[in-house]
Every structure is written in C-alpha cells, then in structure tokens.
C-alpha cells in the first residue's frame, strides 16, 4: 500500500494536525505491513497560486501547449501524478480562520483539472481519480464538530466536497478541536489519537 501524507501547517512536529496525521500514517502502516509513505509537505513544497498562463495550460489540451504552458503545468503533473500512486492519502488540515491554509488551497488547485482529475458530463461533474481512501487529520482551537459552531466549520466539508468532485468520496476526519479552549485543550490531542481507532481501523481493511 502506497500512503501520500500531504502537510499543511506551517508550525512542524508541533501542530497538531501533524502530530494527528503521523499517527494515523503509524496506524496505517502498522496494519499493513510493507506500505510505502510520501510525505509532501505543503510548506517546503509549495505550489504557486494560480496565475493566466497556468490557466490557460489547464484549458488547453496538453498537445497543444506551449513551452510557458507546459511549464506552468509541471507543479500541477507532479502533484496529480502522486495524487494517483497513492492508494491512501492523509491530509493535515488545520483551521485558520475558519477554512484551510492557503498552502493546501494552492495544492488543490493544482490537482483539479478538467478533463485529467474529473471531467463535466450532462449530469454535472464525474471524478475520474477512483479507489482512494483519505483520512483528513483536522485540527482547530476550536469546537467545529458539533454545537453552534457547526455552521462555521469551512474545512471538513470543504475538503469532502473538493475531493469528492475528483471520485475521493471514502474519507475519514479525524479532528482535534479544542486546543485554544481552556478545560479542554490539555486533553484535545489525546482524545484525538484514542479516537483514531474507532474512526479509521475500522475500514483498513477496504483499503
């Protein structure tokens, strides 16, 4: 099994959604011995925010691009190509400011590309990347996952709805939430790694 990490924070081994992601990479590895792990961090290998040429590349069939054009779609074909060796992915998404970091924006925007990732049909977009299981490892200071900050949660169903758009639709968030909140924040990373088992062993075996 060939498992792509995918990094986001730009805090390192102390931001929680690093520590949550490595542990669900252990897990994963532990369950299925001999796997492989990319691990691609986001703040290292960033990817460049979108810009003309770039689209102009991803709106052109790839045998009529230009020298600028194949250049400005050299990020977008390494990403994608990793993107499809993977059979797991685990992406650390923490919140800033209620969404995503603008790193894994960026990655993303590299990934989803008509007519290579998905394409349009009479019924509205087809994924075209199949049999991929993710596992989000969110973190947030604070409580998205139920009571009245639900609504204000623009990370997990984000990412479900993007990756879902591309055929990713098997994903499993596992969250720690809280870390800003005193009486919580001493037991959010705990709580969030005793709930590994219960949110992500229970489907390796479908991997």
Same mark, same amino acid.
């Given at each position: 099994? $060939? =498992?792509?990490?995918?990094?986001?924070?730009?805090? #390192?081994?102390?931001?929680?959604?690093?520590?949550?992601?490595?542990?669900?990479?252990?897990?994963?590895?532990?369950?299925?011995? #001999?796997?492989?792990?990319?691990?691609?961090?986001?703040?290292?290998?960033?990817?460049?925010?979108?810009?003309?040429?770039?689209?102009?590349?991803?709106?052109?069939?790839?045998?009529?691009?230009?020298?600028?054009?194949?250049?400005?779609?050299?990020?977008?074909?390494?990403?994608?190509?990793?993107?499809?060796?993977?059979?797991?992915?685990?992406? #650390?998404?923490?919140?800033?400011?209620?969404?995503?970091?603008?790193?894994?924006?960026?990655?993303?925007? $590299?990934?989803?590309?008509?007519?290579?990732?998905?394409?349009?049909?009479?019924?509205?977009?087809?994924?075209?990347?199949?049999?991929?299981?993710?596992?989000?490892?969110?973190?947030?200071?604070?409580?998205?996952?139920? #009571?009245?900050?639900?609504?204000?949660?623009?990370?997990?169903?984000?990412?479900?709805?993007?990756?879902?758009?591309?055929?990713?639709?098997?994903?499993?968030?596992?969250?720690?939430?809280?870390?800003?909140?005193?009486?919580?924040?001493?037991?959010?990373?705990?709580?969030?790694?005793?709930? =590994?088992?219960?949110?992500?062993?229970?489907?390796?075996?479908?991997?």
């Amino acid at each position: 099994m $060939h =498992i792509l990490h995918i990094i986001s924070s730009p805090r #390192g081994s102390a931001a929680f959604s690093v520590q949550l992601g490595n542990a669900l990479v252990d897990k994963l590895v532990a369950a299925n011995p #001999g796997s492989t792990v990319q691990v691609y961090d986001l703040t290292n290998k960033s990817y460049p925010h979108m810009e003309e040429v770039y689209l102009q590349a991803i709106n052109t069939p790839a045998e009529e691009h230009t020298s600028a054009q194949q250049a400005a779609v050299r990020h977008s074909d390494e990403a994608i190509a990793a993107l499809q060796a993977a059979d797991v992915l685990v992406i #650390g998404a923490p919140m800033y400011n209620f969404g995503i970091s603008s790193t894994l924006k960026a990655w993303l925007d $590299h990934i989803v590309r008509a007519r290579v990732t998905f394409r349009y049909s009479e019924h509205g977009p087809v994924g075209l990347v199949q049999g991929k299981k993710v596992y989000l490892a969110a973190s947030s200071g604070g409580i998205y996952s139920e #009571g009245p900050m639900v609504g204000h949660d623009f990370v997990v169903p984000y990412l479900k709805t993007v990756l879902g758009t591309l055929g990713m639709t098997d994903v499993t968030a596992v969250r720690v939430e809280g870390t800003a909140i005193p009486g919580v924040q001493d037991t959010a990373l705990e709580k969030a790694l005793a709930s =590994i088992d219960l949110a992500a062993t229970s489907s390796l075996v479908e991997v």
